[in-house]
């Protein structure tokens, strides 16, 4: 196994620019493989179920009217388009559910890596599965160090997030392109560039800005690499560290020592967590305790009193605060940003998935009373998204459950089948109509992806009008 140090005085942007650049897919560990594969059959499920939510059309509509050059295909929606406009479209998808993976420091990860890559795959006359496997890994394993190193969720309180996302798809689409070291470097110049902490307002309202942001660093991510594959420089010196480097622009400590740490020999791709629920990460541990108290105890919702949660600061602040609009959303992001909202309708319907956002569902009555039965505050001893709930029945009993790392978590990880299970939960909410034949064969093709010859033709064809 290949390990990549720090050469020389070189900011360790460099270094991650030389790890890309030279692992080949042979390099990759088998867990990492298995990893990456996983990952990419669980973010084409939530890019299928996202096709059709909210503001997509709106944004894949803009994307047609500018026309351009007829580069890479549209899943879904069909037609050609510049490579960086699908990617604009197809980052919304794939984080319009809130159901993406996540890693505890760097945030969401594979959204933005293979909405990039699936964008990118046109500007190449074929790209095959080990290519794209690699390229996803790659990719990953720089945003997430990045992320690691930024610590953006060790604030308090949290009023700015990192632009740290656009340096994994850099990194996947320059490998897919073949970017030089000099190249990529540049191309992460660039990207140094268009990065600045963005507020947490679009979470506190809740707003469509948290699907659409992602289509704009993937748009950005092909743009870079373009640029810097036609010469445009980028700077290659404090990119990530020292007085003009990345993580200085953290008002908070950061940890620079994860950038590099055992670099090409542990993966940190490896500690993402896959979601269970439609909804914010931050109320997950909270649906698990609700339903696992309902099946130990056989209890129903309506026999509910009350319901007292403990919450980390991480979930208090996406999740809980402000009061006002947690218990009283109106609209599916805000939804998926209420834990009130999603222990209310757990309780009711046993999960908290796509059906849970309909108009009716949202209105629902018997919801929005035990909702306001539900209260929570803040315990800053919880660690990361850690919960506690105290439920109360109307007879008087009372059960306790604390949930430390809930369903997905890297100790308590999906199972294949499990992914399957949810890429099927996602297909009736796809923009295109899919055959069972094609979802068998969109599986069957992912989980065998180091043996495709062309990714269009297995991974984006089957999802495309034509």
């Known amino acids: 196994m290949r390990t990549f140090e720090k050469v020389g005085h070189e900011d360790p942007m460099a270094t991650l620019c030389r790890m890309v650049v030279e692992t080949k ?93 699936l964008a990118a795959t046109g500007l190449k006359s074929r790209v095959s599965g080990k290519e794209f496997i ?16 930024y610590r953006m969720w060790s604030a308090e309180p949290i009023a700015s997030i990192g632009g740290h996302y656009i340096f994994g798809p850099v990194a996947a689409v320059g490998k897919l392109l073949g970017l030089s070291f000099e190249e990529l470097q540049n191309a992460q110049g660039i990207a140094r560039e268009m990065t600045q902490p ?46 003009k480097g990345y993580l200085a622009s953290a008002k908070w400590q950061t940890a620079p020592e ?60 996406h999740v809980c605060e402000p009061k006002s609009a947690k218990w009283n959303p109106q609209t599916m992001p805000e939804c998926q940003f209420s834990m009130p909202y999603c222990v209310a309708t757990a309780a009711y319907d046993g999960t908290v998935f796509l059906e849970s956002y309909t ?15 539900i209260t929570a505050r803040e315990d800053r001893d919880l660690p990361e998204y850690g919960a506690r709930l105290h439920v109360t029945l109307k007879d008087g009993r009372r059960f306790d459950k604390e949930k430390l790392y809930p369903k997905g978590d890297p100790i308590d990880p999906f199972t294949e089948p499990e992914l399957i299970e949810k890429l099927k939960r996602c297909v009736p909410y796809s923009a295109y109509a899919l055959s069972d034949a094609a979802v068998a064969g969109l599986v069957t093709a992912i989980l065998r992806l180091e043996t495709i010859e062309d990714v ?9 009008p034509h």
């Open 359 to 373: 108009p009716h569902a949202i209105a629902r009555a018997d919801v929005h009373e035990l909702m306001a039965r």
């Open 134 to 149: 690699n390229a996803f890994a790659l990719g990953q394993e720089v945003l997430i160090r990045i992320g690691a190193a």
């Open 25 to 117: 897919y042979e390099d990759l560990p088998d867990n990492v493989i298995t990893c990456a594969k996983h990952s990419i059959l669980d973010t084409i499920a939530v890019t299928i179920g996202g096709s059709a939510a909210e503001g997509i059309s709106a944004v894949v509509g803009l994307v047609k009217e500018k026309g351009g050059k007829p580069e890479s295909l549209l899943p879904f929606y069909g037609g050609k388009v510049p490579a960086s406009e699908a990617a604009f479209a197809i980052g919304p998808m794939a984080r319009a559910l809130d159901l993406g993976h996540v890693q505890k420091w760097a945030g969401h990860c594979s959204e933005y890596n293979l909405a990039s890559l």
């Open 456 to 464: 269009v033709q297995s991974l984006i064809l089957p999802l495309t």
């Open 258 to 317: 994860e950038l590099l740490a055992a670099l090409g020999e542990t993966w940190q791709m490896l500690t993402v967590h896959t979601k269970l629920y439609a909804s914010c990460r931050g109320t997950h541990p909270s649906i698990d305790a609700i339903l696992e108290l309902i099946r130990e105890h056989g209890f129903q919702a309506g026999d509910i009193a009350r319901i007292d949660t403990e919450q980390s600061p991480r979930n208090w602040a």
């Open 198 to 243: 963005y507020s947490t307002a679009m979470y506190d309202d809740a707003s469509l800005i948290i699907r659409i942001h992602h289509g704009f660093v993937c748009q950005d991510a092909i743009n870079a690499c373009l640029l810097a594959k036609r010469g445009i420089t980028g700077p290659h010196r404090e990119v990530l560290v020292g007085a």
